[in-house]
């Protein structure tokens, strides 16, 4: 069998408009001889009664701390409705399906509520079905622990559900449909003349979705490339050629159009809501017990630091705005000079391309001072510049970056 997995997010099995759509897919996945297996989010987005966030909600507004066992049960329902409208709508397409939650397709998670890691997947009733001629329709975001109790995978979780069965399964590629056409060098909001990128390598689509590319889960991305299984980017209401994603150059042969890996940038990314905390004091931070306070401090309690910056004098980074008050909270039990400032987002310039190159870090600044956009802090990888700057003038930078690089030009 060519397995192909097909995973459809809230926008694109919201109503019936567009669910018809995304079932166009997986039966011309078919009529091209593939064998599809089908992963679904929830229905639409926060406000619709389907949606992740309105489940949300919905218990929030009875009990202010409800229990994230309880949550994961609720939050499971979303993905279970849409899996079962979706197989229904195939089968009277003529193409019989079933719907399977999480932990019927054997998805067997950790049990850490919320945040559940897939631990692993046992696909024997979905290879049944496959055999069967019967097509698997699969709600995403969702497993079981070893003590049987119902888990969630965190947002992005169906991206994660549709790689890891991917992975399993050997399928030839996995699609994730979503409501643009690919991946693109900008967010099109901010750069209308942004351009869909045919195809790039698999730490270009990691970096880009780390640094707030929106278009698949950075975890997803990771369990597919790290076992060789191509992904695809695509539009459940267009029929272009999206996005390929691989590891190799060679992969990609004939798919993309587009060389992978010798391009310098690749796309512009962005972040906005970005806190920036920097602690001075008397002593030498660095030699201190005061940096290891402070990572582990914010560690136990939830906060996820970013851009790190540590010298005698200083200690910087950046928190997520939501985790401003909890930092807050912690750090003033330290006994430092403490300053929280909220306002911030980061820009990133992406491509594997970069590394030994000399210059980039060079052409960022020069373009940034040009447009008058202070850079308050930088970090850098092989494959990614980052630069945080205030969150109002992050459209600036980003178009101006954009065309610093040359991405609005076809390659």
């Known amino acids: 069998m060519r397995i192909v997995v097909q995973k459809f997010g809230g926008t694109s099995v919201e109503n019936g408009v567009i669910r018809k759509k995304a079932v166009e897919k997986v039966i011309s996945a078919l009529e091209m001889g593939y064998t599809p297996v089908v992963v679904v989010s929830a229905m639409g987005k926060a406000g619709q009664p389907y949606a992740t966030d309105s489940l949300l909600e919905l218990a929030y507004t009875v009990n202010s701390e409800p229990s994230l066992r309880n949550i994961d049960l609720l939050l499971s329902c979303g993905e279970i409705i849409s899996a079962v409208i979706f197989a229904e709508e195939l089968s009277a397409a003529g193409h019989p399906a079933e719907a399977l939650t999480g932990w019927q397709c054997g998805i067997l998670t950790d049990e850490n509520f919320s945040q559940a890691r897939i631990q692993e997947i046992n696909p024997k009733r979905v290879l049944d079905l496959l055999q069967r001629g019967i097509i698997p329709v699969i709600a995403g975001f969702q497993g079981i622990s070893p003590h049987q109790e119902v888990t969630t995978l965190g947002r992005g979780g169906s991206d994660t559900t ?37 195809a790039v390598s698999g730490r270009e689509v990691v970096e880009l979705a780390h640094l707030g590319a929106r278009v698949i889960h950075p975890r997803a991305a990771e369990i597919a490339l790290e076992e060789g299984i191509p992904l695809r980017i695509l539009s459940t209401a267009d029929d272009g050629g999206g996005t390929w994603v691989s590891n190799g150059v060679s992969a990609l042969t004939g798919r993309g159009g587009e060389q992978v890996g010798d391009r310098v940038v690749v796309g512009i990314a962005h972040m906005t809501g970005r806190v920036q905390v920097t602690i001075t004091g008397e002593d030498d931070l660095n030699r201190s017990p005061a940096a290891t306070q402070v990572f582990g401090l914010l560690a136990e309690n939830g906060v996820s630091v970013d851009q790190i910056f540590l010298s005698k004098e200083l200690i910087a980074f950046t928190v997520d705005r939501a985790k401003m008050e909890v930092a807050r909270r912690v750090l003033t039990t330290l006994g430092l000079h403490v300053r929280i400032e909220e306002g911030f987002a980061k820009v990133s310039v992406v491509g594997a391309g970069m590394h030994g190159v000399p210059g980039v870090m060079a052409r960022v600044v020069n373009c940034l001072e040009r447009e008058n956009i202070p850079i308050y802090q930088t970090t850098d990888s092989h494959a990614n510049i980052s630069c945080l700057i205030r969150e109002e003038q992050v459209a600036q930078a980003v178009r101006a970056l954009h065309r610093e690089f040359n991405l609005d030009r076809t390659v």
């Open 162 to 198: 549709a790689a890891a069965l991917g992975v399993v399964l050997r399928a030839e590629w996995v699609g994730i449909y979503t409501d643009v056409d690919g991946i693109k060098t900008a967010d099109p909001r901010l750069v209308p003349e942004a351009r869909t990128i045919p």
